[in-house]
């Protein structure tokens, strides 16, 4: 048995280190997750490296909020494997959590009590007493610019410092890795750079991995790297500027009266340029060099069908559009959105 455990260790290292034999903060070995029928986490394999920051993105459904509880140890996954530096997060939570700090996307904070309170009975959590617990609380709310409000209910606090001390209680441990569930939920433009600005901060002075989720295609910009997530699938990995420039030249958008005009138009398209236009409702999508003089060509060859139409640099939007063949939301994700 003792050889067994030995072996199975020696490969589970092995799988989470990189080409330098060092130790990945977060990897993923065909990571599936279902729900009865339906699977939500398809064979999933990646890492995450040590001191970037690095995005989850991806629409509802995707299956990220899966993945972060997986990687919280809130759940155990129906088949492969999480190492969160080094430690399987199914079979050693209690070692994964002491790794890690979670910020959840809905608060956790009691509004009562002080900033330094809440941040006291977290650290108890840990371990954390005394002159070592104090002297923490100084350090993590000098880090998130609130040594000032230690003193002050939670209550009395924006929505943008609330989070600022969400991301408190995260650190609190000296973890290794962060992980957070949409950052930047119900937080304005301010508010939201200032969370960010902080995570860069964490990330360049104390090397802390930082793994984020959002729906946000501004948000994700500010990741090192991304994981976009379509249904479970794993569709894209990389830079955002890597992941952009895999497009290839313009993102043409050619606008018709009806789908059944588009479907006619990218047909033509087809035959005419040789190329493979993406139909997306009414409107004709595909990428193209110099594309303002695709754009003329296509409007003289088929005169009186285009009734609009847009050039633009690749966006991540593009990205999931190329890779997934349809829009990041549907009509029926918007309005669920806009409804919540």
Not at 53 to 62: H, R
Not at 125 to 141: F, P, S, W
Not at 307 to 321: H, R, T, Y
Request: with cysteine; hydrophobic share 40%.
């Amino acid at each position: 048995m003792a050889t067994v455990t030995h072996t199975t260790a020696s490969f589970k290292t092995s799988q989470a280190q990189n080409a330098k034999g060092e130790i990945q903060p977060i990897t993923l070995i065909n990571l599936s997750h279902n729900y009865g029928e339906r699977l939500a986490l398809d064979h999933l394999t990646f890492q995450v490296r040590p001191a970037e920051i690095f995005g989850l993105l991806g629409p509802n459904g995707s299956g990220k909020t899966t993945l972060f509880r997986i990687l919280s140890t809130l759940m155990v996954p129906t088949g492969g494997q999480a190492l969160l530096q080094g430690f399987d997060a199914a079979r050693e939570p209690n070692k994964v959590r002491q790794q890690i700090g979670i910020v959840f996307q809905a608060r956790s904070l009691d509004l009562k009590l002080t900033v330094a309170e809440n941040l006291k009975h977290q650290g108890h959590l840990y371990g954390l007493k005394g002159a070592q617990l104090k002297r923490r609380i100084t350090e993590v709310l000098s880090r998130v610019g609130l040594f000032d409000r230690a003193k002050d209910a939670v209550e009395t606090l924006s929505g943008g410092m609330q989070r600022r001390v969400e991301l408190a209680k995260g650190l609190i441990h000296s973890p290794s890795v962060l992980l957070l569930d949409e950052p930047s939920t119900g937080l304005d433009p301010g508010a939201r750079r200032d969370v960010w600005q902080y995570l860069h901060m964490l990330r360049d002075e104390e090397g802390v991995t930082v793994l984020v989720t959002t729906h946000l295609m501004e948000e994700a910009e500010h990741c090192d790297r991304l994981a976009i997530l379509n249904e479970g699938k794993l569709v894209a990995l990389g830079s955002p500027f890597e992941l952009k420039s895999q497009i290839g030249g313009d993102v043409i958008t050619f606008e018709t009266a009806s789908e059944a005009d588009a479907a006619e138009l990218s047909q033509k398209i087809a035959n005419r340029f040789i190329v493979l236009p993406t139909v997306l409702g009414n409107s004709v999508r595909l990428e193209r060099d110099q594309g303002h003089k695709f754009v003329t060509d296509v409007v003289e060859a088929f005169p009186g069908i285009v009734e609009g139409v847009s050039v633009a640099k690749p966006s991540l939007e593009d990205v999931f559009i190329q890779r997934t063949g349809h829009r990041f939301w549907t009509e029926a994700q918007s309005n669920a959105e806009e409804q919540a």
